[in-house]
């Protein structure tokens, strides 16, 4: 009797611990929804207009054009396209998570500035960056991101950036490699690789590989490999859903552990100059010296480093690629170009100062950031409930604030922003450095948030003016070597290569004539 007693009372308890979860859980979802509900109509919101699918629940039909496209290397150009069809907002199911889509700049200025807290990238970065680079100002948010960028900031401060004596050092290796064809066909693209591997390695590890003097040594070639094949792993990671098992390539695995090896080593090196009483100080900060002087933890400064590294080896080397496919098929741009930059004097007496006053070649730098961005698009997070100003209502042209529920993932495409008839003119596909010396053009709307090559807010590229000055300088030596820079691609337009960048799959094939 006594056992039926306890044996029903443990059964009452049981179900009325059940209805209670229940019952509360309902509350809270009730509850949750008429604040949601109260907020849409306080801010008239309105939902944006929706992208046609046939799998509204999973968008298995969106995932499989997304993966097609990028076999294909046409992401960018798709995402373009459904823009132009769709308008500068719409949203879609994907994974059974509502996605939105915009390029208006102003959902931009709320996401990555005014609202920036309510955005963030752990919950989608730290997945699929995370075997390679870890924990650090790429895939991190609050207080951790904070830390990162405190720990990195030294190192680009100005008088680190406008240093141009450490660069022109790689430099001129380059142009003692590009000597060696002058007259004869080249593709520029591996060229612009190896400079920008030396330049990042020396400044983030403290050692170049010296790839353009000489042959990388045997564990600079394993990296070198490893975080091209890392690249393009994190690159498919992004089109699926976040299940390692669906990362079943060991060889990305095995990359990620090269790679993490490799900065290791170089970590091990700076740590131990640290403590060598011959060490001398540099001229210039070597990263890895100052994270090791700042902690201790081996794992934390290898993270900082390839979350630098990954963005600065690839912003050099895709920029300088991309300017010279353009210049070699605008060879009046070539000539207006090299006359400003032959009004400078010899490249001995070049300075940051002057080389950022030369508005022809920042012209033609920016025009080739603006058509073909080295990030194509760019994922955020809601880490809250929030609100889009605009794109709400439906159609093309919605205007209604757009209500956000937290877990909502926001995809914006840099490269349909900077191509919008809207903002840019009728000719807004066209390459036109010109467009950039005219201030205050009918056909022109730019404005800080119509042009985001680096990002903008709080989380803009902690490298960017480094990036730029090492872009403009080697932009400027090659131009006052050479009298003028042939095509010599049989294909004349921009093949994407849709990696975590995107860089020209044809490279940069050109025939450098000497002056």
């Not at 044996?7 to 209670?20: G, H, I, R």
């Not at 859980?25 to 992208?51: D, E, K, M």
């Not at 564990?219 to 990362?247: C, E, H, S, V």
């Not at 003016?465 to 400027?476: C, H, I, K, P, R």
Request: charged share 20%; hydrophobic share 40%.
């Amino acid at each position: 009797m006594d056992i039926s007693c306890d044996y029903w009372s443990a059964s009452y308890l049981f179900l009325l611990t059940v209805t209670l979860v229940v019952v509360i859980f309902i509350f809270c979802t009730v509850s949750l929804h008429s604040y949601r509900q109260r907020r849409i109509r306080l801010h008239g919101c309105a939902p944006a207009a929706s992208l046609p699918q046939i799998d509204p629940i999973f968008g298995l039909d969106i995932v499989f054009h997304a993966l097609s496209t990028f076999r294909s290397n046409k992401r960018n150009a798709s995402l373009g396209q459904q823009f132009s069809t769709y308008g500068t907002t719409f949203q879609a199911r994907v994974y059974n998570t509502t996605k939105i889509y915009t390029i208006a700049p102003q959902n931009l200025q709320s996401v990555f500035s005014t609202d920036f807290d309510s955005w963030g990238v752990a919950p989608l970065r730290l997945f699929f960056f995370g075997p390679f680079v870890g924990k650090g100002i790429m895939t991190v948010d609050g207080a951790f991101w904070t830390h990162s960028r405190a720990l990195l900031k030294p190192t680009f401060s100005r008088g680190q950036i406008s240093d141009l004596s450490a660069c022109s050092v790689h430099v001129n290796h380059l142009m003692t490699a590009l000597s060696k064809h002058d007259g004869l066909d080249i593709d520029l693209k591996p060229y612009f690789e190896k400079l920008a591997l030396d330049s990042s390695t020396e400044f983030l590890f403290g050692h170049s590989t010296g790839s353009l003097t000489t042959s990388p040594t045997l564990d600079a070639q394993a990296f070198l490999q490893a975080y091209n094949y890392g690249q393009a792993g994190i690159g498919k990671r992004m089109q699926l859903p976040q299940w390692n098992i669906l990362t079943r390539d060991q060889r990305f695995w095995r990359s990620c552990t090269l790679a993490r090896a490799f900065v290791e080593k170089c970590v091990i090196e700076a740590s131990a100059s640290q403590n060598d009483p011959s060490y001398k100080t540099p001229s210039r900060l070597i990263l890895a010296h100052e994270l090791a002087a700042q902690t201790k933890d081996h794992e934390d400064i290898v993270n900082q480093l390839l979350n630098v590294f990954l963005p600065a080896h690839d912003a050099t080397a895709v920029a300088l690629t991309n300017i010279f496919f353009h210049l070699s098929r605008h060879p009046n741009t070539y000539a207006a170009l090299r006359e400003e930059i032959m009004a400078l004097g010899p490249y001995t007496t070049w300075t940051f100062e002057r080389l950022k006053a030369c508005k022809y070649l920042q012209a033609v730098m920016n025009e080739t950031f603006r058509l073909n961005p080295s990030i194509g698009q760019m994922n955020r997070i809601a880490l809250r409930d929030t609100i889009l100003p605009t794109g709400g209502g439906g159609g093309r042209d919605g205007t209604s604030p757009i209500f956000v529920e937290k877990g909502t993932v926001l995809t914006t495409s840099f490269y349909a922003l900077h191509r919008s008839p809207q903002l840019w003119g009728e000719d807004s596909e066209v390459w036109r450095p010109e467009r950039w010396l005219r201030k205050g053009s009918s056909s022109t709307k730019m404005g800080y948030w119509s042009f985001l090559p680096f990002g903008g807010g709080p989380r803009i590229c902690i490298g960017m003016q480094l990036a730029l000055t090492e872009v403009g300088y080697a932009v400027g030596r090659v131009v006052e070597r050479y009298r003028c820079v042939e095509c010599r691609d049989p294909v004349w337009d921009f093949v994407e290569e849709w990696k975590l960048t995107t860089v020209s799959r044809n490279g940069a094939k050109v025939r450098m004539v000497p002056a």
